[in-house]
């Protein structure tokens, strides 16, 4: 499938250097699928209907400021590569040429709704984020700005500090709300002291209760719905067995635009998270590299790798020290390694030399399950 039915002329284009006092005005009396930014006339960039709207930014700033820089797609252009576009850019809007001229934008939304009816396929369990970074409800909301900062995720699930059940969820959204309604009600100024009794509130008070939420063994479409329908970004994921309260995983809309690109036909497909960061390392250098770990057991069909990158603020010399954590989806199961190291190239191997470690303890422990049948059937024979 390709996004020609799915990409809309339905945008607004406005100047790098245009006010965005006036880009809200415009925004608020046409309403578009998307914002493009250009500069002199050509493409800069594009801005997200949430980062408009959210934003506390003086009207006076440029447009400039809220930009993101989203690659170009062609109208043609298949749903996958542009599922794996929006991911690796880390936008929900893309801009859709045909040939060299600017035909109109693609979203993430958009990608979703067209695909849906094919999502049945899919289980919540098959794509779902396993290793959920959650806060306590009577942990500071500046407690959770860091945890959201240090960790690159967009929400929280907040848990009982008693019991770790399900108490709600928090999310950047969230916060940015709080801060509008608060602005809004006290006028702007000086309000320093007002932000500091902010992230000392605890999360309880900003958390969203009760939780949209889906089960392991859901298909993929049936939680989609459930994310369009309320115009969410994300669910928490609750085992399948019993609602015992506790948190199983999250899956999010980006989770499901990745899925999108795994492959049929068994071979591998990559896919990267923050791919501005690779300033040291080329993607074809990262696709080697997994490749090769994977051809060290050879009974693993890898069909799908994710290679995600934070930074931190810590530098040495200039150079940023960096968070790398890669994740292979195989017919065995999942198997992860992760690593840090200045720049992307030293983080990116560490992380892939802690894969290795893992793909080659995973291999280890299938050939003890098969030893062990063996024996069993033999003394079975006796």
């Avoid at 400021?65 to 062609?74: Q, T």
Wanted: with cysteine; net charge negative.
């Amino acid at each position: 499938m390709d996004i020609s039915d799915i990409a809309t002329p339905e945008y607004i284009e406005v100047d790098a250097g245009e006010r965005l006092g006036k880009v809200r005005s415009i925004f608020e009396r046409e309403n578009p699928k998307g914002l493009i930014v250009t500069r002199d006339g050509e493409y800069a960039g594009v801005i997200g209907e949430r980062d408009l709207v959210r934003s506390r930014i003086e009207d006076d700033t440029k447009a400039d400021v809220l930009m993101k820089s989203a690659p170009r797609v062609d109208r043609t252009e298949d749903v996958r590569e542009v599922a794996r576009v929006l991911v690796e850019g880390g936008t929900k809007v893309a801009p859709v040429y045909e040939g060299e001229k600017l035909w109109g934008i693609v979203t993430a939304d958009a990608i979703l709704e067209a695909v849906l009816d094919s999502l049945d396929a899919l289980t919540v369990e098959q794509i779902q984020t396993d290793d959920v970074i959650t806060i306590g409800e009577k942990a500071h909301v500046g407690q959770a700005i860091n945890r959201l900062r240090e960790h690159g995720v967009s929400r929280l699930p907040v848990v009982d500090d008693d019991d770790g059940s399900l108490a709600g969820v928090l999310t950047t959204h969230d916060i940015v709300d709080f801060v509008v309604r608060d602005a809004d009600r006290q006028g702007r100024g000086d309000r320093r002291g007002d932000l500091d009794r902010m992230l000392d509130l605890p999360v309880y008070d900003l958390m969203t209760s009760p939780v949209l939420t889906t089960t392991a063994d859901e298909t993929v479409e049936d939680a989609v719905r459930t994310m369009l329908d309320n115009d969410v970004s994300g669910l928490v994921v609750t085992p399948t067995e019993a609602d015992d309260g506790t948190v199983a995983g999250v899956l999010t809309k980006t989770d499901v635009l990745r899925a999108l690109t795994f492959t049929e036909e068994g071979q591998m497909d990559v896919q990267i998270t923050n791919v501005a960061l690779l300033d040291t390392i080329a993607r074809e250098e990262i696709v080697e590299g997994i490749t090769d770990v994977a051809d060290k057991y050879q009974k693993m069909q890898v069909h799908h790798a994710h290679v995600r990158f934070h930074e931190h603020k810590e530098k040495l010399r200039g150079t940023p020290l960096i968070q790398c954590q890669i994740r292979l989806r195989t017919n065995h199961g999942q198997v992860a390694g992760s690593g840090e190291g200045y720049g992307a190239d030293h983080a990116f191997h560490v992380a892939a030399d802690t894969l290795e470690r893992n793909v080659l303890e995973l291999k280890g422990l299938r050939a003890d399950e098969q030893y062990r049948g063996q024996l069993l059937r033999k003394l079975g024979e006796l």
